[in-house]
């Protein structure tokens, strides 16, 4: 059977050149770029090169950007670090819907003291700036928005939010995480401090990430040990796949047009026919400020859950919005900020392409969602029988 990927901000597939590109480093160029000869040398330029690849691709200077071992890692030290850099800025501001990898620290950080603003979203998942404004103020040390929100594809107006950050002195934090290679980003002339990518999110391999630190922002290291990355990230590189990211970079540069169209072009077919055919579908999250690749759709009166074994008896791969929590399907907490009605939250299903889906496969799945929607819904536990 074949695999329709339509997962993609889950993780995505790694791309041929990719993989060629670190190939060499995971069989025969395996010195250590620290070492002084010019085995480990070869390997430190290439270091070096995947360093200025994701500079590029952010539009950023390669001393501004260092290597870490996941995304989390990355967005934890970059909150760590802001509040690190100031003892009388001890708030937090971020919002209701980031990822667990900003949440997680950041509910531990109000565990221990430290007080934090959870801005909310409408109903369309997007931020209130007033409710920012009011929020951040002389005692926050770090303001932590997501770029775009992994579930919806919503593109948060993080520059303005930053100039508020900047204004009242806070240190500003993005998790760009999934939209990074996937919408243009430049950090030139920018108000983020921090900036947090993650490579399985780009055609890179797992567990290579990468964190951009503005010029002259203070800086302090989560993992201390060896002398890596300028003293900034202790331990041994993962050679392969930091040139693995830097090639996944080169390649979001050269791919960004078709990002912007081909993949947005598919994605708004599926979502159209996808709403048109199935009755009682809705769009969750904003129809326009979004990620070219997302499309997070409710089939209200079913369950994700059930839909999505049924794709994948056909091969479909998709995420649903609700997890399983002691036994009972919770929504997430994302469409739970969203205030979308729980009949409709339960049948959330997202959909994210890559530029690697085709035309094909679009139209396998906008053939097959529909009737597996009817046949759930005849026997849906929520009581609607038509349709
Ligand atoms: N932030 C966002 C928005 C994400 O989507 C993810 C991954 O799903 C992460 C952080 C965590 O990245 P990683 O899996 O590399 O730790």
């Not at 700036?129 to 926050?140: F, N, S």
């Not at 959330?348 to 799945?365: A, K, N, Q």
């Not at 005849?378 to 038509?386: A, E, N, V, Y």
């Amino acid at each position: 059977m074949k695999t329709v990927y339509l997962d993609n901000n889950a993780t995505s597939r790694i791309s041929p050149e990719v993989l060629e590109a670190m190939m060499p480093f995971l069989r025969d160029l395996y010195g250590n770029p620290s070492s002084m000869h010019l085995f480990g040398g070869q390997v430190r330029k290439n270091i070096d090169r995947a360093r200025q690849q994701v500079a590029n691709l952010l539009g950023a200077d390669e001393d501004e950007i260092i290597f870490t071992g996941c995304g989390t890692e990355s967005d934890n030290t970059a909150i760590l670090s802001a509040l690190a850099a100031d003892s009388c800025r001890q708030h937090i501001v971020t919002t209701r819907v980031e990822h667990p990898a900003v949440l997680g620290p950041c509910k531990k950080l109000e565990k221990d003291g430290h007080t934090v603003k959870w801005l909310s979203v409408d109903a369309r998942g997007m931020l209130d700036l007033d409710e920012a404004r009011r929020a951040i103020g002389d005692c926050t040390g770090v303001t932590s928005v997501m770029y775009a929100n992994n579930e919806t594809g919503v593109i948060f107006p993080v520059e303005e939010v930053g100039a508020i950050a900047k204004n009242a002195g806070s240190f500003f934090h993005v998790d760009a995480i999934q939209a990074v290679g996937k919408i243009p980003l430049n950090m030139r002339n920018s108000t983020i401090d921090y900036l947090s990518l993650s490579g399985h999110k780009l055609h890179a391999p797992k567990g290579i990430a990468a964190l951009y630190i503005r010029k002259g922002t203070k800086f302090s290291p989560l993992i201390i040990g060896g002398h890596q990355e300028m003293g900034r990230r202790g331990g041994t590189e993962n050679v392969a796949s930091i040139v693995g990211l830097g090639a996944a970079c080169e390649l979001a540069r050269k791919y960004m047009e078709q990002e912007l169209t081909d993949v947005k072009r598919l994605r708004d077919k599926l979502e159209r026919a996808l709403l048109a055919a199935a009755p009682d579908a809705r769009l969750n999250g904003h129809p326009e400020m979004r990620l070219p690749n997302t499309s997070n759709i409710s089939f209200e009166y079913v369950e994700g859950e059930a839909i999505l074994l049924r794709l994948n008896e056909l091969g479909i791969c998709a995420s649903s919005g609700s997890a399983c929590t002691s036994g009972s399907l919770e929504p997430s907490h994302v469409l739970r900020a969203m205030g979308i009605p729980y009949t409709a939250a339960h049948g959330s299903i997202r959909f994210s392409l890559s530029r690697y889906t085709t035309e094909e496969e679009i139209d396998f799945v906008i053939e097959h969602v529909p009737p597996i929607i009817k046949l759930l819904r005849q026997i849906s536990p929520f009581g609607r029988k038509t349709a």
